[in-house]
């Protein structure tokens, strides 16, 4: 069964710097999606960022961009400048088209140091 | 255009009754999925409908159902709730499906009694 992990529970990143949240996954599968959900403390989820497995470039969004290693089958977010709106709870998340449903980590909550 | 709407926003039952929760997608979208979040859990997928069919179901009992209406409004419904059934549930919409990415709603706060 497909899998998702994020190691770090809490991290932490000072206003203007950069922090890295990691991701990886598992599955025998060579053609899915790979995503990147915020959830704020208002607590609806905002879609970051979303990879297709088979594209090699890394995705980008602004102040968002991803380090996609297929063979290794991890997946970071990036955040550079870091704003105080950045602070949130981020689910790295896993889908294929072959079944209709998304598979979430568990989650890194991000805090934010002005 | 309006986002995934989601009512009521919280709810308290007691256990032993019956809740239906309800999500409007955002217009065109017509795939809707349901998941339960609970700190312990984390985000655990529910089920999943288009056009009007199941296409997916999570490992939840039987006593979580759903359905989808001709306009792409979906319900879900819980019977027999019990404690462990308090959490947050959110409705996700996409155009065609899941990969599509997810809008989400902002969720029903169900804490039971």
């Known amino acids: 069964a497909q899998t998702v992990t994020q190691s770090q529970p809490e991290m932490s990143v000072q206003e203007a710097e950069t922090v890295t949240l990691s991701c990886t996954y598992d599955?025998?599968?060579?053609?899915?999606?790979l995503f990147w959900y915020k959830q704020p403390p208002s607590r609806q989820m905002i879609l970051v960022i979303r990879?297709?497995?088979?594209?090699?470039q890394n995705a980008t969004e602004n102040r968002f961009s991803v380090n996609f290693q297929k063979a290794a089958k991890s997946f970071s977010l990036k955040i550079s400048d870091s704003q105080l709106g950045d602070a949130a709870m981020y689910f790295c998340?896993?889908?294929?088209?072959?079944?209709?449903?998304?598979?979430f980590g568990p989650g890194t909550s991000l805090s934010v140091i002005p | 255009k309006a986002g995934v709407t989601q009512t009521p926003r919280y709810l308290i039952k007691t256990r032993g009754q019956q809740v239906t929760l309800s999500c409007s997608p955002i217009?065109?979208?017509?795939?809707v999925s349901w998941y339960q979040q609970t700190p312990g859990q984390g985000l655990q997928f529910l089920f999943e409908?288009?056009?009007?069919?199941?296409?997916n179901k999570g490992n939840f009992p039987g006593r979580f159902s759903g359905r989808q209406f001709s306009n792409s409004r979906s319900e879900m419904n819980v019977s027999t709730l019990e404690l462990g059934d308090s959490a947050l549930y959110l409705c996700?919409?996409?155009?065609?499906?899941?990969?599509?990415?997810?809008?989400f709603g902002s969720g029903t706060r169900l804490t039971v009694v």
């Open positions: 996700a919409s996409s155009l065609e499906g899941s990969v599509d990415g997810y809008t």
């Open positions: 599955t025998s599968e060579s053609d899915y999606y």
């Open positions: 990879q297709e497995a088979y594209k090699q």
């Open positions: 998340a896993y889908g294929e088209t072959s079944y209709d449903k998304v598979i």
């Open positions: 217009s065109g979208h017509r795939s």
């Open positions: 409908y288009f056009s009007e069919t199941q296409r």
